[in-house]
């Protein structure tokens, strides 16, 4: 999309005076201005729906996965947690 110059800001402008007259465009940009307002307020809503507990504590979901595979490969190996064989 292009950017709009000058005189395409002014044919813009010339056609909301002759639409709604000079008297009648404050009030409609006031309008526009409180929907914009009240659009902005519910979109930023949406995203405080979502839960902002507290980060997970403990190890990541990586790191158990690490520590159950090392536990499985001690078990089939016959070793227990402190580093000895098992009797």
Known sequence: MQDLGWAEILIIALVFVLLFGAKKLPETARAVGRSLRIFKAETGKLHDDEPAGPPPSGPSLEE?????????????????????AKP
């Open 64 to 84: 158990q996965a690490r520590r159950l595979e090392e536990q499985a490969a001690r078990l089939r190996a016959g070793i227990r947690e402190d580093g000895q």
